[in-house]
């Protein structure tokens, strides 16, 4: 079944500095489970898109398979998205990206499908460093299959039938920084004050910017015993709120009261951190890795901005390609032509 | 004893250790000969191993052309003591062995119907060189400066080899043009040059083959010649035996064609993904965007692409996939030949598929049809696989030249830009069949600010890219594939057919590398009153006049390289012949090329005509019997 919005529009609806309402930033309605925490962040990517702003067309929408991969039908709805193969949504935005630069590319994936089926194109992208956000709706089970356990889930964790997981969970945002991203940011999609400032930030950033969003499923991992539960995640959350300014606003004080951190994005937009106290540089990722690990011995969840490298060459500065599109290149530009090919003929004899 | 004489019409095979430096030696040998004006095929008969084990170079010289391997060797030269004993058994009775005669040839290894001819080559290293490398190095090289004395190789063309090879390099020059002047010097002094096998302008050459301006060229670098010229800008790949040198050969002409004269910048992007599950993905996403992409893989990356060949047919995806096949199943022989990708390639992926097939014969065509597929996938939206092969992709061939008409354009199908959009009154439907071709119409990402937008998925959709699981819009959307898959039929090249020179109920019918030996082996037959016409398949889906060409004829050979006869089992399923019986295989799947004696000899024991041979037709009824 699919549901479609109603197109009627309130002719006095608030526009962005771009002139689009915050509809058109919408998608179709969602068909998951009332509650689930992925309809929060689809919310929390619509404003990041609305307010940041960026053009709803200039953003392209990656998934893989799964209850999380189908988000992107319910946010931009006017925008391109690609609901590919089951963890390999990191290779398709691979060649998108490679054939147009210049769109912004948001990728939605799971736990299963980024640290089990997809881990091998995870780390690699990540190696990459592939510019595009990719966001982890994080709830440590497979809910399309109902309820097994999945990667990310913590030892221990019961499912919703009693069993305890006895496999060692894979800390995402750990493995990200290990493997050389340049944007690390974990969040909680009840965090609504800290998620929407992250996106509106790793979209601002120049390469791959990870967010693992922890994303109660509530219908199979929402119970007592889940440590993937909203209420167990609430009251395990260490969170460190984070603001962000966009570059084309003014920065009037150097530091925003309270601030404890601030470092300015390559487009020259600033991203504001308030630690409870001043713990550690973002851009350290020693102290980053030490510090999540930390929380985690603790059995605290560590959110906010986690890691940061602004200076990174993204895959196409690696590569070295033109700073055109490749996929806006003609013929005259890529066919050498019948002379060329007689010279080459030539050196064949 | 009696010598073999021959002019023009013999094979040399060299008996090596890999990882010596023997492969350049003897392609210098094979190019020599080229450059004579005289038709060679060199084959590299190569190990799954770097360094230290056995290794051959079969180059057969054909005044006629025929490229295919003829099976069995007129001179050997060997110079590997592990694969001496079964390299004095493959000389045929009166043909030639030459061998380093440093040491003196085991016993064992002699035998009474075949002619020795031992040059002390390590002596002569030992001698000349005090460096360890240089002896090894070196020592290719005497052996090709004997070989020139012995079978009457133009000096002069040799010297110019090296030259070209070491341009600017006037010390190499001038140490390997020594090498070789100390080869061709003992064999002048010590045999009587030439031997009975030797080669010679002119003289016997075919007209035909004097008449064109051939290349030496293999398939690998040609097809990577091609997705330059067909416009690829994204290669995604991962590495692997036999395919490897299309992208490195993309990567080399890149270099030297794609760099942005203005900037320094590269027109195209080059991934060596983290396997061939990534690069087939890259690819699509790549196409998805509007890049004209690519990857190149074998068997077993094909296996692995499978699911996403899949999303891209179902999806419609343009995307281009050169299948440079070896021997399977599994890793099976990594670098031997076969063509037994074909049904795994036509239905790749689960569920109900077919892909569009290119099967090139030649360099030429590795060339041309990589050129076509970008153009074939863009128009079709799906996948198109160039199904080459080991023999063809990583051997010299001769081949006419590559030909580019600079009239033609590229054909990018059916794409809606942002003006197109912007006109568009009627809501646009990505999988509508607007033109009742079966062929919807796309649109880039980014196309335009309010319109062209949808969803690309692998689950089912309806005609406006909407998910839905309405079963009636499943089946319109996979009814409409079906339809694109006729419109295929008139798109893809036609076979090239040759008739005999009278009518015959015989037919033959082959693709790619099995072409050569194929005509070769019906020339054989019609010189022994047996005729044959033959049907060579470019493509699939089947154009109609394949289906004329089978049910014109009462018995059409189907000549292939693998177990299954699987291009038969293909033509069994995807045309109308009515007694798949009269479909009779003609394999071969050793891993080595098929050769035309073989061909021949299986036509002629099924024809009732031959000795040696058990026929095919009384091998059925057997079957039928023990049934």
């Given at each position: 079944?699919?549901?479609?919005?109603?197109?009627?529009?309130?002719?006095?609806?608030?526009?962005?500095?771009?002139?689009?309402t915050?509809?058109?930033?919408?998608?179709s309605?969602?068909?998951?489970?009332?509650?689930c925490?992925?309809?929060s962040?689809?919310?929390?990517?619509?404003?990041?898109?609305?307010?940041?702003?960026?053009?709803?067309?200039?953003?392209?929408k990656?998934?893989?398979i799964?209850?999380?991969?189908?988000?992107?039908?319910?946010?931009?709805?006017?925008?391109?998205?690609?609901?590919s193969?089951?963890?390999?949504?990191?290779?398709?935005?691979?060649?998108?990206?490679?054939?147009?630069?210049?769109?912004?590319?948001?990728?939605?994936?799971?736990?299963?499908?980024t640290?089990?089926?997809?881990?091998?194109?995870?780390?690699?992208?990540?190696?990459?460093?592939?510019?595009?956000?990719?966001?982890?709706?994080?709830?440590?089970?497979?809910?399309?299959?109902k309820?097994?356990?999945s990667?990310?889930?913590?030892?221990?964790?019961?499912?919703?039938?009693?069993?305890?997981?006895?496999?060692?969970?894979?800390?995402?945002?750990?493995?990200?920084?290990?493997?050389?991203a340049?944007?690390?940011?974990?969040?909680?999609?009840?965090?609504?004050?800290?998620?929407?400032?992250?996106?509106?930030?790793?979209?601002?950033?120049?390469?791959f910017?990870?967010?693992?969003?922890?994303?109660?499923?509530?219908?199979?991992?929402?119970?007592?015993?889940?440590?993937?539960?909203?209420?167990?995640?609430?009251?395990?959350?260490?969170?460190?709120?984070?603001?962000?300014?966009?570059?084309?606003?003014?920065?009037?004080?150097?530091?925003?009261?309270?601030?404890t951190?601030?470092?300015?994005?390559?487009?020259?937009?600033?991203?504001?951190?308030?630690?409870?106290?001043?713990?550690?540089?973002?851009?350290?990722?020693?102290?980053?890795?030490?510090a999540?690990?930390?929380?985690?011995s603790?059995?605290?969840?560590?959110?906010?901005?986690?890691?940061?490298?602004?200076?990174?060459q993204?895959?196409?500065?690696?590569?070295?390609?033109?700073?055109?599109?490749?996929?806006?290149?003609?013929?005259?530009?890529?066919?050498?032509?019948?002379?060329?090919?007689?010279?080459?003929?030539?050196?064949?004899? | 004893?009696?010598?073999?004489?021959?002019?023009?019409?013999?094979?040399?095979?060299?008996?090596?250790v890999?990882?010596?430096?023997?492969?350049?030696?003897?392609?210098?040998?094979?190019?020599?000969?080229?450059?004579?004006?005289?038709?060679?095929?060199p084959r590299?008969?190569?190990?799954?191993?770097?360094?230290?084990?056995?290794?051959?170079y079969?180059?057969?010289?054909?005044?006629?052309?025929?490229?295919?391997?003829?099976?069995?060797?007129?001179?050997?030269?060997?110079?590997?003591?592990?694969?001496?004993?079964?390299?004095?058994?493959e000389?045929?009775?009166?043909?030639?062995?030459?061998?380093?005669?440093?040491k003196?040839?085991?016993?064992?290894?002699?035998?009474?119907?075949?002619?020795y001819?031992?040059i002390?080559?390590?002596?002569?290293?030992?001698?000349?060189?005090?460096?360890?490398?240089?002896?090894?190095?070196?020592k290719n090289?005497?052996?090709?400066?004997?070989?020139?004395?012995?079978?009457?190789?133009e000096?002069?063309?040799?010297?110019?080899?090296?030259?070209?090879?070491?341009k600017?390099?006037?010390?190499?020059?001038?140490?390997?043009?020594?090498?070789?002047e100390l080869?061709?010097?003992?064999?002048?002094?010590?045999?009587d040059?030439?031997?009975?096998?030797?080669?010679?302008?002119?003289?016997?050459?075919?007209?035909?083959?004097?008449?064109t301006?051939?290349?030496l060229?293999?398939?690998?670098?040609a097809?990577?010649?091609?997705?330059?010229?067909?416009?690829?800008?994204?290669?995604?790949?991962?590495?692997?035996?036999?395919?490897?040198?299309v992208?490195?050969?993309?990567?080399?002409?890149?270099?030297?064609l794609?760099?942005?004269?203005?900037?320094?910048?590269?027109?195209?992007?080059?991934?060596?993904?983290?396997?061939?599950?990534?690069?087939?993905?890259?690819?699509?996403?790549?196409?998805?965007?509007?890049?004209?992409?690519?990857?190149?893989?074998?068997?077993?990356?094909?296996?692995?692409?499978?699911?996403?060949?899949?999303?891209?047919?179902?999806?419609?995806?343009p995307?281009?996939?050169?299948?440079?096949?070896?021997?399977?199943?599994?890793?099976?022989?990594?670098?031997?030949?076969?063509?037994?990708?074909v049904?795994?390639?036509?239905?790749?992926?689960?569920?109900?598929?077919?892909?569009?097939?290119?099967?090139p014969?030649?360099?030429?065509?590795?060339?041309?049809l990589?050129?076509?597929?970008?153009?074939?996938?863009?128009?079709?939206?799906t996948?198109?696989?160039?199904?080459?092969?080991?023999?063809?992709?990583?051997?010299?061939?001769?081949?006419?030249?590559?030909?580019?008409?600079?009239?033609?354009?590229?054909?990018?199908?059916?794409?809606?830009?942002?003006?197109?959009?912007?006109s568009?009154?009627?809501?646009?439907?990505?999988?509508?069949?607007?033109?009742?071709?079966?062929?919807?119409?796309?649109?880039?990402?980014?196309?335009?600010?309010k319109k062209g937008?949808?969803?690309?998925?692998?689950?089912?959709?309806?005609?406006?890219?909407?998910?839905?699981?309405?079963?009636?819009?499943?089946?319109?959307?996979?009814?409409r594939?079906?339809?694109?898959?006729?419109?295929?039929?008139?798109?893809?090249?036609?076979?090239?057919?040759?008739?005999?020179a009278?009518?015959?109920?015989?037919?033959?019918?082959?693709?790619?590398?099995?072409?050569?030996?194929?005509?070769?082996?019906?020339?054989?037959?019609?010189?022994?009153?047996?005729?044959?016409?033959?049907?060579?398949?470019r493509?699939?889906?089947?154009?109609?006049?394949v289906?004329?060409?089978?049910?014109?004829?009462?018995?059409?050979?189907?000549?292939?390289?693998?177990?299954?006869?699987?291009?038969?089992?293909?033509?069994?399923?995807?045309?109308?012949?009515s007694?798949?019986?009269?479909?009779?295989?003609?394999?071969?799947?050793?891993?080595?090329?098929?050769?035309?004696?073989?061909?021949?000899?299986v036509?002629?024991a099924?024809?009732?005509?031959?000795?040696?041979?058990?026929?095919?037709?009384?091998?059925?009824?057997?079957?039928?019997?023990?049934?």
């Amino acid at each position: 079944m699919t549901y479609q919005r109603p197109t009627f529009r309130h002719p006095e609806a608030p526009v962005n500095e771009l002139g689009y309402t915050r509809r058109e930033y919408e998608g179709s309605i969602s068909t998951l489970c009332a509650g689930c925490g992925h309809d929060s962040i689809s919310a929390a990517i619509i404003e990041a898109a609305f307010t940041l702003p960026i053009e709803p067309h200039r953003i392209a929408k990656m998934s893989g398979i799964g209850c999380s991969s189908k988000t992107p039908a319910y946010f931009l709805g006017s925008s391109h998205g690609f609901n590919s193969v089951h963890g390999r949504m990191p290779s398709v935005t691979t060649g998108a990206n490679l054939a147009n630069r210049d769109l912004v590319y948001i990728g939605v994936s799971g736990d299963g499908d980024t640290a089990s089926i997809g881990m091998g194109q995870f780390a690699h992208v990540v190696r990459r460093n592939l510019n595009m956000t990719y966001i982890v709706e994080n709830n440590g089970c497979y809910g399309l299959t109902k309820g097994q356990d999945s990667a990310t889930a913590d030892v221990g964790s019961k499912s919703k039938k009693g069993t305890a997981n006895p496999y060692e969970p894979i800390d995402l945002v750990s493995v990200a920084i290990q493997l050389g991203a340049t944007f690390v940011a974990r969040s909680f999609s009840g965090d609504r004050q800290q998620l929407v400032p992250l996106i509106k930030a790793a979209l601002s950033h120049k390469g791959f910017a990870f967010l693992d969003v922890i994303s109660p499923c509530v219908t199979f991992n929402n119970h007592e015993g889940s440590t993937k539960s909203y209420a167990f995640t609430r009251d395990h959350l260490d969170p460190t709120p984070v603001d962000f300014v966009p570059m084309r606003e003014e920065i009037r004080t150097s530091y925003a009261a309270g601030a404890t951190q601030e470092v300015c994005l390559h487009d020259g937009s600033v991203i504001r951190l308030f630690k409870q106290s001043n713990e550690y540089d973002v851009e350290d990722p020693q102290a980053a890795l030490g510090a999540i690990a930390r929380h985690n011995s603790e059995g605290r969840v560590l959110t906010g901005l986690l890691y940061l490298d602004r200076d990174a060459q993204e895959l196409h500065e690696i590569l070295e390609t033109t700073r055109r599109p490749l996929n806006t290149l003609t013929e005259k530009e890529l066919c050498p032509g019948s002379k060329v090919l007689d010279s080459i003929n030539a050196g064949l004899r | 004893m009696q010598a073999k004489q021959a002019v023009n019409d013999f094979v040399v095979k060299f008996a090596n250790v890999n990882g010596t430096g023997s492969a350049s030696a003897n392609h210098m040998f094979a190019k020599a000969i080229f450059r004579m004006g005289i038709p060679v095929s060199p084959r590299n008969i190569f190990p799954s191993n770097i360094q230290g084990m056995p290794t051959w170079y079969e180059v057969r010289v054909s005044s006629k052309g025929y490229l295919g391997r003829r099976g069995g060797v007129d001179l050997m030269l060997c110079v590997n003591p592990q694969s001496m004993e079964r390299d004095v058994r493959e000389v045929e009775p009166g043909g030639y062995f030459v061998y380093d005669s440093t040491k003196a040839i085991d016993i064992r290894y002699v035998r009474d119907d075949i002619n020795y001819i031992g040059i002390p080559i390590m002596e002569m290293c030992q001698r000349e060189y005090t460096d360890a490398r240089q002896r090894l190095l070196f020592k290719n090289v005497i052996y090709v400066g004997a070989l020139a004395a012995l079978l009457d190789i133009e000096f002069s063309v040799l010297k110019d080899l090296v030259a070209d090879q070491f341009k600017g390099k006037e010390k190499l020059i001038a140490q390997n043009v020594h090498a070789l002047e100390l080869g061709h010097q003992y064999a002048v002094r010590n045999f009587d040059c030439p031997i009975g096998l030797r080669v010679e302008r002119g003289g016997n050459i075919a007209r035909h083959i004097l008449e064109t301006d051939h290349i030496l060229m293999d398939g690998n670098t040609a097809a990577a010649l091609g997705a330059v010229y067909g416009g690829a800008t994204v290669a995604a790949w991962y590495p692997i035996t036999p395919s490897t040198s299309v992208v490195d050969g993309f990567d080399k002409y890149c270099k030297r064609l794609r760099i942005d004269p203005g900037t320094g910048k590269k027109n195209y992007a080059i991934v060596q993904a983290e396997d061939e599950l990534a690069a087939i993905g890259m690819v699509i996403g790549a196409a998805w965007n509007g890049a004209r992409a690519f990857t190149a893989t074998s068997g077993p990356g094909l296996s692995l692409m499978s699911e996403f060949l899949g999303l891209a047919y179902f999806a419609e995806i343009p995307t281009v996939l050169i299948d440079v096949q070896r021997a399977g199943p599994s890793t099976g022989m990594p670098t031997r030949t076969q063509q037994s990708d074909v049904l795994a390639a036509a239905y790749a992926s689960h569920g109900d598929t077919k892909h569009v097939l290119l099967f090139p014969a030649t360099p030429a065509e590795c060339f041309s049809l990589t050129v076509k597929s970008f153009d074939l996938a863009d128009r079709l939206q799906t996948p198109v696989i160039m199904l080459t092969d080991l023999d063809l992709g990583m051997n010299d061939w001769m081949s006419p030249p590559l030909v580019f008409d600079d009239a033609q354009r590229f054909d990018r199908g059916k794409v809606l830009d942002g003006e197109a959009l912007e006109s568009m009154k009627e809501r646009f439907g990505r999988y509508l069949d607007v033109d009742g071709d079966g062929i919807p119409y796309r649109t880039y990402p980014g196309a335009h600010p309010k319109k062209g937008g949808y969803t690309t998925r692998g689950t089912s959709r309806d005609e406006y890219a909407v998910y839905t699981e309405d079963g009636a819009a499943y089946v319109r959307n996979m009814d409409r594939l079906l339809k694109k898959f006729e419109t295929a039929k008139r798109l893809v090249p036609e076979p090239k057919i040759k008739p005999a020179a009278k009518a015959t109920p015989y037919g033959a019918l082959f693709f790619g590398t099995t072409a050569s030996p194929a005509y070769e082996a019906v020339e054989m037959l019609a010189a022994d009153g047996i005729l044959i016409d033959t049907l060579r398949l470019r493509a699939f889906p089947f154009t109609d006049s394949v289906e004329e060409f089978i049910s014109s004829h009462e018995t059409v050979f189907v000549i292939e390289q693998n177990r299954d006869g699987q291009m038969r089992r293909l033509l069994i399923n995807e045309t109308s012949v009515s007694h798949p019986e009269k479909l009779v295989p003609v394999l071969n799947y050793d891993g080595l090329p098929i050769t035309a004696r073989q061909i021949a000899g299986v036509i002629r024991a099924t024809l009732g005509g031959s000795d040696n041979v058990t026929p095919i037709a009384s091998k059925r009824e057997a079957s039928r019997k023990k049934a």
